[in-house]
């Protein structure tokens, strides 16, 4: 996103293109429930991309694990209002009560980045910090593989192993401070 480098390679694919790209990617390693509907808190009615559930939560330290992902094409997120929109939707689903799954983590896919012509490396680093907070994450490749990822460092999941950090962190809602 925001860097012409990033969307380049998906030319004009289309959000549901991208979708299932990704999708394909995780079935080997997820149940997946496409466009599942929830309750935001302020009683409206949302409804996600996809819900995704590891198939072998043996090494999870939350046994009941699920993650909301929410796609978009990055040719669609090329501009910084776009990219915050994306961002505060992705919030929006962090406190959306998920049918049969509750409240959730939430990942954006493609990771989030922002217009070096208005950040530098180090407001997105703090960025994804602050939306951890909001148990809000990131599905993408980096350079360990396929990730599931928190807070910019905090590995979950990579290529179908559950990371360090998904041993330790129960990635259950926290309200209030």
Known sequence: MGRPENHLKFKTQTEQEF?????KKLDQ????EEEVTG??????????DAIIKPKDTTDWKNKDIAFGVEFKSPTNIDRLNNQFSFMRQCVDYSYTEFKNYGFIPILSCP???ID??????KSLKALRHFLNSFN???LCDTYRGTSIRFAE?????????VQHAGK???LKKKFGS
């Open 116 to 121: 070096q012509t208005y950040s530098d490396e």
């Open 168 to 170: 330790t962190w129960g």
């Open 153 to 161: 460092h905090h590995y979950i999941w990579v290529n179908g192993k």
């Open 39 to 48: 309750i935001h808190l302020t009683h409206k009615k949302l409804r996600i």
């Open 136 to 138: 809000v994450g990131e």
């Open 29 to 32: 390693h997820f149940h997946i």
């Open 111 to 113: 990771s989030f980045e």
């Open 19 to 23: 979708k299932s790209s990704w999708l």
